[in-house]
């Protein structure tokens, strides 16, 4: 058809994968067409189950054997499918190479960094075992880990999370791949460490020249590393297009929709466009458009037969209306059917326009919910198998200050590790803190008698971050639900109900109360813990990451939902998470932590426009926009690193070790009230509402 | 936040409880083995309590007209060495094992998973000392301590001696279900009900025992014939069920030897203990099945995934 002269590095022609199942075969790809141009970026996205990782560990042919393949792959034109075992090892690792979401499967626990990654080498290259293992130092160097001589004597559990995967990173390319595969390979990881990572992949793939097939389920990495963009559903390629055509003019209706449901960093407000409904059953498809059960667009002639992807040159969608939306170019909100949010009831919520309920002036007249000042737990740091040592201590929180008032959500971020959870155990604990003060809803958590607290508990709910693992699997939903009445000794009227009531609100049918958790998918999943919490009628829902398990435009769903209820019935919400994009959508208030303190806090258009911390600069920084343009056009503040170890107490602030205005302090004395003076949360001026802990913060 | 009951919702009437029990129960019917290892041991009951009825003859009264005859339409399982009729004595035989089988698996069951997950729930002091008691009966020589006491409990009759069974049956399921709890300790939905204000003791029976249910049902029907057996052995000795009178052990005991040569002494009595465990274990597979929601059951599948989220 076309007349192009240069065979693509990467052809992938009609490949159909089957997993066999219970009752006969279950497709997983059905039919996928990729071509990888030399040194071009091939971004693949879809939700979960949708055949991403599937398509790429079909062309390393590392399927397991239930799986069979159809379907042609060539690499620079030569066939891989069907290759034997022998041959197709000699080309993984050599000329295509893999990261993996967890590096840990990547690498034997038991042997050395150094030793695996000189073995990657020996492999496939004729060098003796000094010269590997230079080659390995030279490798780890070029990925960023400090002191690699050394770092090659390390077993991977010695590593974090982000250095592992930058080792892994460091295998990949021992053997200068024409290929780099990269399956969700930041998706485990803390912002700032998946944007040194993402820095590392575009390195590597700068100094081998290799072309990248980078897998995500995470529109804004796709669109800060793509030349072009794959979008997949239900095992097949919907769309594919330049990334800056994909995101500017949508031709699918599904695109349109995921870029529509993920919350941004930079706007807020209004609600999501959830995509309605769950992602296709593989088992058991319609005939025609998989799309066809959630699409807004769908017409008569969708489900007829599934339609081809087609299209103009560099820009083809699988949609009967494709024409149409590239001429007519809706918003995604245009299209998707958006919840109305109601208006705001909390008592003294007078505008009931969110931006201003924080900001205005009356805040102090409200309620407050939970007030924590200079929180801390440490656990202790034992040692020995049969006679436990205490040898230290881990300084989990280490000054926490809260305030939450009445009708408002309290975003509260920070990375893995930096004491967001101790945090809400110890909330949720009702009892003394072992430093610093909780007052919940007016009562001191310290002074507080049995009964008391079991009251308490019903004022006080929480979400947890995985439905499934919070949910009991023996237990039918129902009952669930149920469980915080009866707990409350509510009587057995009333029981029966709120629970259909309960089920009502969060949007599931009444009906199910019989089935148990695994007969739903993950975001019926979250509401049905969200209606356990609101069960007892509640005044503070503590959330820990309750969308952060979910595919993005489920998330939509339940992030709007959650804003329903709020305003519905006037809860606060004490809400965890690792992501920005959500807090800045959601919340009122923000409250930073790193390292079991609370760097910055203060009203979220404040925080998130004007962040004063040098941690919350490159936080913010690092998250990936779902909006090429703009990503190219940003400057990133890489932090150096990995946050240091909590169980050393640091003089100072703790922040030192990574700090870039630290680092770029000239003046010793300044220097020196960083290393020896701890930064207390001050504000520039009282009135506003915005504090940091920096001695020298962004003003 | 009156909000919400202001709202004229749902017809407040009709509390259709539709809670664990029934669902557990409603599957449990619906399973044709468990149904039928049922109705098999109701069966065995009946046989065991009602047989005696049916024959003239008594267990322990010989016939001296018929010594090893072979089952005939007088005597339907035949008779022994001193002309007893193997008919009484394999029903009366079965009323003691059927008792004891099955209350000291009861037993021990309850007994272990109650010590097992209080030790693994609460932990620390309370687990110290529950795994000390453990422990100490798992060093203790079972048998002997049975030889000694049970002599003193003759007055007390069967169920002290299917206590004293039960009592040193349960430390090893005990601390499997010890630890199986303590890592359901720390899984989120354990988690969530303690938040939830949710006490103790509720949340074992309600959250811990139901999830480590699949090993205690296994661990309960091997129990039924274990109990069976062990009864055995100690009546062997002496203890436990005393000739004249007899249970289906003492029966295979005495029969063992001599089945090649008067296989109605052995045969019917072991195929009726057989067909015991049989029924237990098909009970128990039920159950297992009917507790566990993701064990294909009779109905509903998958559908509830078509639903919008
Ligand atoms: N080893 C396997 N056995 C059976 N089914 C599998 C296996 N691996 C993946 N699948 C199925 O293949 C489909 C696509 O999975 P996958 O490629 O992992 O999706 P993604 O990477 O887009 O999340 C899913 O329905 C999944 O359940
Ligand atoms: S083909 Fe029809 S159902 Fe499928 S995406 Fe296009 S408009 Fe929607
Ligand atoms: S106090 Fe010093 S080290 Fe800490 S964040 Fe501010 S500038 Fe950086
Ligand atoms: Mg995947």
Redesign the pocket.
Known sequence: MTTTVETPLLAVRDLR?D???PHGP?P??RGVDLTVRRGETLGIV????????????SVLGL??H??SLHGSVRLDGRELVGLPGKELAAIRGHRVAMVFQDPLSAFTPVYRIGDQIAEAVRIHQPVDKAAARRRAAELLDLVGIPAPERALDSFPHEFSGGMRQRAMIAMAIANDPDILLA??PTTALDVTIQAQVLDVLRTAQRETGAALVL?S?DLGVIAGMADRVAV?YA?RVVETAGVDELFAAPRHPYTLGLIGAVPRLDGRGGPLVPIPGAPAP?ADLPTGCPFAARCPLAEDRCSAAEPELAGDEGHLAACVRSAELAERRPAPAEVFPVPELPAAVGSAAGSGDRGSVAGSGDRGSRAPVLAVSGLGKTFPLLKGTVFKRKVGEVYAVDGVDLDLREGETLGLVGESGSGKSTTLFELLNLAAPETGRIELLGHDAAALSRAEAHRLRAELQIVFQDPMASLDPRMPIGDIVAEPLRAQHAAREEIARRVPELLRQVGLDPDHAARYPHQFSGGQRQRVSIARALAVRPKLLVLDEPVSALDVSIQAGVLNLLQALKAELGLSYLFVSHDLSVIRHLADRVSVMYLGRTVEQGEVSAVFDRPRHPYTRALLSAVPLPDPAAERARDRILLAGDPPSPTERHTGCPFRTRCPVYAGLADPAARTRCEQERPALVGDTPAQDHQAACHYPES | MTTVAAEPTAPPAAPRTTGRGRLVLTRLLSARGAVAGAVLVLLLFALAFGGPYLTPWDYATPDFGALHQPPSAEHWFGTNGIGQDVFAQTVRGLQKSLVIGLLVALFSTVLASLVGACAGYFGGWTDRALMFLVDLLLVFPSFLIITIVSPRLKSTGWIAFVLLLALFNWMITARVVRSMTISLREREFVRAARFMGVRPLRIITRHILPNVASFLIIDATIAVGGAVMSETALSYFGFGVKAPDVSLGTLLAAGTSEAPVFPWLFYFAAGLLVLFVLAVNLIGDGLRDALDPTAGGPRRRRSARRKKP
């Open positions: 994968v997993f066999a199942g279950v997983a790809v879809g939700e979960s189950g949708s055949g991403k990782s599937v398509t790429a560990l399927l397991p239930t799986a399956d969700e897998v389920h997949m095992g593989m």
